[in-house]
Every structure is written in structure tokens, then in C-alpha cells.
């Protein structure tokens, strides 16, 4: 089940309230000693997170079908890290070996879709909410995710919460039945401004126009870093950008500063647009440098890692800004928050 985006937490009476997590949404069945983890489409997360198998056998009934979401807690910095997570999907065993070591997950649930031989998808999530309190025994890397039905709970969990790893809340109709693939619930994400330089773009996967823009921010040091995308640009606009960036593209690559994208050891050390995508091997990631000169106002939501958590939106071009001036201080970032901390919420 899926959300729709809004701008405003909702108020009034048959509304449950419940962080949203940023990390992978998954979907737990359990059948006795079977019991396996499944992505949003469908794909097994089994062999990449071993080490919640033991936790979750633990915590779900004998026989159930539980969603949440996984996550990885970063203890030093106290909120979640979505890079760590991003890297636990490895092809290589022992690889995911280590990582479930140095780098362990956990699992937040959040709904019960099905308890024993019973299906629980034309309940009320009030009910849903109630059983799963009831037959999940958390413990170790489960958690079960705070939830209130004040809207002012929501509120602070917004404002307060951001650096323990929450994308925003969650409204879900207590009334309301389980609704695969329907966006019948409600999100409410942090999103800002930021001024970013535009460093190149990626061609459509059409072909035609203008797919993304490449989009750099300037460390204390002067260098461009690359912090992200934005796209989703209609059909007509891709074209109309492929016209109106065509001449930046002359010489652009002469004294433009991720030249050396393409350098393997280049990615060892800042946030550079090339590389081999994690989840598409076959991805085509090549891009079109364009001499550093564009600013565009973009929105964003988290800023982890240097870069962008999300990709952004497209608001307007900044002819007014040097492209110098796009900096990281002008960026709103959240305080670390606890994360077990929060977790543990039951306000």
C-alpha cells in the first residue's frame, strides 16, 4: 500500500499518525520455521539480511504476514544511514557477510496484513494496529514504529525527529482496509530550497531530450561535488532543454571540474556523477558536461551523505546567482537525533 503526497499534516477525528521511515520498505512472511523478507516489487531481501532472520523469527506470531520497513541505525551519529543501507545490497556473499557485521540492519513494522490463516486486508487499520501491539514481541533489531492519533504528536515528530532517520509522517484512516499498490494513504515529507550548479545532464531513457540534470554544490575547498538529480520533466520540456543547454555543451569538458569522472580512483574520494549503478548493472549512467555556468533553485528533502537523499524538483533557474556562490552553508540540515532514542517514542 502506497501514499500520496500532501503538504499539510491532516487534523481532525480517524487519523493514525506514524513516522516515515527512510529506508527499505519490506514485507515479511512467516510460516513456522519459514520465513522469508520480499521488497515493494517483489524481490527477496533474504541473502542480503541475514542477520534479522533469528530477530524476526522471534518477534512475528508462529504464522503471519507483517510490513515495515528496513533501516540501518548509525550508532555514532545517532540517526539512520541510508548510504550503509544502499550498500548492504552487494552480489558478493562474503561482502554481505561483513556488512551484516559492521553495518547491522533492523526491521520497524508497522502493519499486520495476515495472522494465522486469517487475512487481515478488509480490516480497519485501527484493528490491524491493535493486533500487531498485541502478537509482535519486539526485541533486539525489531521495533515496532510509534504511533499516535494527535495530530500535534505528529507535528513534533516532524519538526523534532527529522535526524533520526524520518522522512516525514504518515497518515493512515483508522477506517481504512490494506489497498495494494493504491496511494490511499497520506505523506507529508520535509522538503527546502537549495541554489545548485548545473553541471551536465543525462539523456532521457527515450532518447529524446533531456532526461536529468547533473546538479554540484561547492565544499570549503572549492570543489564541485556532485549532490544529486532532477528530473521528471514532461516530454515537452526535455526537448525544449536539450535546445536551450546546447551551448553550454562547447568546450565544456576542458576545464570542467569532474573531467575526470570516468577515473575509477576518482570515486574514492567526493561525490562524483559516474560509476556503476547498485541496482541496474545495466543503467546507462553516462552524462553531457556543460561549462559550469547555470544555477538552478531545486527542492530537497534530506541531505545525507553530501548528497541529496531523493531526487529533486525543478523549480526555476537562478540567472541572478554566480555559480560559485552554490555552497553547502546554505543548507538547512537536521540535528542528529537519537535514533534509539525515538524508536522508542510511545507518546
Known amino acids: 500500500m502506497l501514499a500520496k503526497l500532501a503538504r499539510e499534516i491532516p487534523t481532525g477525528d480517524g487519523w493514525i499518525f506514524e513516522p516515515k521511515w527512510d529506508g527499505f520498505r519490506c514485507i515479511v512472511f512467516r510460516d513456522g520455521d519459514e520465513l522469508m523478507m520480499s521488497s515493494r516489487r517483489s524481490r527477496p531481501f533474504d541473502r542480503y539480511f541475514p542477520e534479522l532472520r533469528d530477530p524476526l523469527a522471534d518477534a512475528l506470531p508462529e504464522r503471519a504476514v507483517v510490513d515495515g520497513e528496513i533501516v540501518v541505525p548509525d550508532p555514532a551519529r545517532g540517526g539512520l544511514d541510508f548510504d550503509a543501507l544502499a550498500q548492504r545490497i552487494h552480489p558478493a556473499a562474503s561482502r554481505v557477510t561483513a556488512l551484516a557485521t559492521s553495518t547491522p540492519a533492523s526491521?520497524?513494522?508497522?502493519?499486520?496484513?495476515?495472522?494465522?490463516?486469517?487475512?487481515?486486508?478488509?480490516?480497519?487499520?485501527?484493528?490491524?494496529?491493535?493486533?500487531?501491539?498485541?502478537?509482535l514481541r519486539p526485541g533486539g533489531p525489531v521495533h515496532l514504529t510509534p504511533a499516535s492519533t494527535d495530530p500535534d504528536v505528529a507535528h513534533r515528530w516532524f519538526t523534532t525527529f527529522e535526524g533520526a532517520g524520518l522522512d516525514g509522517v504518515i497518515a493512515k484512516p483508522a477506517s481504512g482496509t490494506y489497498q495494494p499498490d493504491r496511494r490511499a494513504l497520506v505523506k507529508v515529507k520535509h522538503e527546502r530550497t537549495a541554489d545548485c550548479v548545473v553541471a551536465g545532464y543525462r539523456i532521457h531513457k527515450d532518447g529524446a531530450g533531456v532526461g536529468s540534470l547533473l546538479l554540484g554544490l561547492f565544499d570549503d575547498a572549492g570543489r564541485l561535488h556532485h549532490v544529486g538529480v532532477t528530473a521528471s520533466f514532461t516530454a515537452a520540456r526535455r526537448a525544449d532543454l536539450l535546445d536551450e543547454l546546447r551551448p553550454l555543451t562547447d568546450?565544456?569538458?576542458?576545464?570542467?571540474?569532474?573531467?575526470?569522472?570516468?577515473?575509477?580512483?576518482?570515486?574514492?574520494?567526493?561525490?562524483?556523477?559516474?560509476?556503476?549503478?547498485?541496482?541496474n548493472a545495466g543503467k546507462d549512467l553516462s552524462w553531457v558536461?556543460?561549462?559550469?555556468?547555470?544555477?538552478?533553485?531545486?527542492?530537497?528533502?534530506?541531505?545525507?551523505?553530501?548528497?541529496?537523499?531523493?531526487?529533486?524538483?525543478?523549480?526555476?533557474?537562478?540567472?541572478?546567482?554566480?555559480?560559485?556562490?552554490?555552497?553547502?552553508?546554505?543548507?538547512?540540515?537536521?540535528?542528529?537525533?537519537d535514533f534509539a532514542a525515538f524508536i522508542a517514542d510511545r507518546d
Not at 111 to 133: K, N, T
Request: glycine letters at 8%; one cysteine or more.
Open 289 to 337: 558536461p556543460l561549462r559550469v555556468e547555470r544555477v538552478a533553485e531545486v527542492t530537497f528533502g534530506q541531505l545525507e551523505g553530501g548528497r541529496f537523499r531523493h531526487g529533486s524538483r525543478f523549480v526555476r533557474w537562478r540567472p541572478d546567482r554566480d555559480p560559485a556562490s552554490c555552497r553547502y552553508d546554505q543548507l538547512e540540515v537536521a540535528r542528529p537525533v
Open 107 to 135: 526491521f520497524i513494522a508497522f502493519d499486520l496484513l495476515a495472522l494465522g490463516d486469517r487475512s487481515l486486508l478488509e480490516i480497519p487499520f485501527g484493528e490491524r494496529r491493535r493486533l500487531l501491539v498485541e502478537h
Open 251 to 279: 568546450d565544456a569538458l576542458d576545464a570542467h571540474p569532474w573531467r575526470d569522472w570516468a577515473d575509477a580512483a576518482a570515486h574514492a574520494d567526493g561525490r562524483l556523477p559516474g560509476g556503476v549503478s547498485r541496482w
